[in-house]
């Protein structure tokens, strides 16, 4: 199974920063690579597929880059709602398979 | 309103058997691929299973020959058998669509349930 690896598995940020959040896969992936985000006590939410395409109603502080190995998901302004556990996922093959998690906490 | 609504965990001793049900509303599971998706407590996801139409099923390695994925058109239901049950699938498991997607053979996940809790203690 392809492995993915997300750095930092947390950081602290303000409002207002810019967020960037790191997925490295095993293998090339092309862009078959997905974002979530989720908030304690609840289930994931889309927020990007096929590495930077922004799912519907997700605002446009958040965008994902990247390709092959290497992928990105930058939050350009940090707003209260977005602390959060922000996963990635590998939509190239069976199993698909998500990274450990990146928890963004308030500094 | 689309929804996905699980049924069917709770505690049961290792090597028992639950059925879990995600029954959808304003989306059909015999027109999408449908899968289950695990988080064990503090942990990550971890794809368990789907299933897509013409009976199309895929399997997570550690729940093959334990777990088996079905669908009632009918009553517009997914269920996830589980057999053989181990303390390591003690987990929220969530019910999902997926989405498909111009990249890559499998799926993201656009719609999630709220999930159902399945603990294997003894």
């Known amino acids: 199974a392809i492995q993915l690896t997300q750095s930092p598995s947390s950081l602290s940020a303000s409002l207002g920063d810019r967020v960037i959040v790191t997925c490295r896969a095993s293998q090339g992936i092309s862009s078959a690579l997905a974002w979530y985000y989720q908030k304690p006590g609840k289930a994931p939410e889309l927020l990007i597929y096929?590495?930077?395409t922004l799912e519907s109603g997700v605002p446009s502080r958040f965008s994902g880059s990247g390709s092959g190995t290497d992928f990105t998901l930058t939050i350009s302004s940090l707003q209260p709602e977005d602390f959060a556990t922000y996963y990635c996922?590998?939509?190239?093959?069976?199993?698909?398979?998500f990274g450990g998690g990146t928890k963004v906490e308030i500094k | 309103e689309v929804q996905l609504v699980e049924s069917g965990g709770g505690l049961i001793q290792p090597g028992g058997s639950l059925r879990l049900s995600c029954e959808a509303s304003?989306?059909?599971?015999?027109?999408?691929?449908m899968s289950w998706v695990r988080q064990a407590p503090g942990k990550g996801l971890e794809w368990v299973s789907v299933?897509?139409?013409?009976?199309?099923?895929y399997y997570e390695d550690s729940v093959k020959g334990r777990f088996t994925i079905s669908r009632d058109n009918s009553k517009n239901t997914i269920y996830l058998q589980m057999n053989s049950l181990r303390a390591e699938d003690t987990a929220v498991y969530y019910c999902a669509r997926d989405r498909p997607t111009r990249q890559g053979a499998a799926n993201a996940f656009d719609i999630w349930g709220q999930g159902t809790m399945v603990s294997v203690s003894s």
């Open positions: 096929d590495a930077s």
């Open positions: 996922q590998q939509i190239d093959s069976y199993p698909p398979t």
């Open positions: 304003d989306i059909s599971v015999s027109h999408n691929c």
């Open positions: 299933i897509c139409g013409g009976n199309v099923i």
